[in-house]
């Protein structure tokens, strides 16, 4: 009956506009990137090798498609929670909004296996957008640009990446990054619960995505002992495995934060579902 009611949750996130609008927003999105590095980017990988061409010699196609999946993926990871939320953010509070909740709780499945069936719907979803995302950045962007080794920049430096060394790390890389937008999706789903309509969810969502992200990114000594358990300080976790050697240890707790994250949201939600007056 979970499966069931899972593929009805999906058949209603597939009939509604806004869940393509997500998908074609991201796609004009990282066409419009893609157009740009196409256009002009050469000026922007001399602008980020400036610095180091006095000491190092580069050689080859630096501007390949696993350099631009990378941009990709650093862009558009901190956008894409909007279009999770545009279409998870209703499934439990637009039920209450078309006035559907009393017939949907009248059906032989428990209150709980109906807001399950709504995370695992809402996580499919999200799994389709995070799976567009990977193709559009490294399977469309290495057929226009070619292949070849990934530079990346960070704190520590320039580390460079062989080409036979990148794949494994970009899937594992993609899991995290799932794992990341699943929190948002969770937590969109979780507000819906405490909703009558579609705005509140997805306002709140992108309000609580905003201020924790505010907080990680201030350097004030009261917000330190905070920062690690605020699941916006780990939505960037996937950036790990492209460092040499790879921090294992932080990508570790980065998941288990996350998995914490929505557990708790999803408990919360079915306690709350389950309390709800639908007579009203």
């Not at 006035?99 to 399950?116: C, D, E, H, Q």
Request: glycine share 6%; proline share 2%; hydrophobic share 55%.
């Amino acid at each position: 009956m979970l499966l069931k009611n899972t593929y009805n949750e999906f058949v209603k996130i597939l009939a509604k506009p806004r869940s393509y609008l997500g998908i074609g927003a991201l796609t004009l999105l990282i066409g419009v990137i893609l157009f740009a590095m196409k256009a002009d980017g050469g000026s922007f990988i001399s602008f980020v090798t400036a610095s180091f061409e006095q000491t190092l010699s580069f050689n080859g196609n630096i501007l390949n498609g696993n350099l631009i999946g990378f941009i990709i993926l650093q862009m558009l990871i901190i956008h894409i929670p909007l279009l999770v939320a545009l279409v998870t953010g209703d499934l439990i509070s637009g039920e209450a909004a078309m006035g559907t909740v009393r017939m949907l709780a009248s059906k032989p499945i428990s209150r709980t296996n109906i807001v399950l069936s709504k995370f695992i719907a809402g996580a499919v979803y999200t799994l389709v957008l995070t799976l567009w995302l990977g193709f559009l950045a490294l399977i469309v962007a290495k057929w226009i640009f070619g292949t070849g080794d990934l530079i990346v920049l960070n704190s520590d430096g320039l580390v460079i990446l062989q080409e036979q060394d990148i794949m494994w790390r970009y899937g594992l890389a993609f899991m995290v990054a799932f794992l990341s937008l699943l929190t948002i999706s969770t937590l969109s789903i979780c507000l819906s619960a405490f909703a009558d309509n579609s705005i509140g969810p997805i306002v709140s969502t992108m309000a609580i995505i905003i201020l924790f992200t505010i907080i990680g990114s201030l350097d004030v000594s009261v917000f330190d002992t905070i920062k690690p358990y605020l699941f916006t300080t780990h939505m960037a976790s996937w950036r790990s495995f492209f460092e040499d050697p790879i921090p294992t240890s932080k990508i570790i707790q980065s998941v288990v934060i996350l998995l914490v994250h929505n557990v708790i949201l999803v408990v919360v939600a079915i306690v709350k579902f389950n309390k709800k007056d639908i007579t009203s």
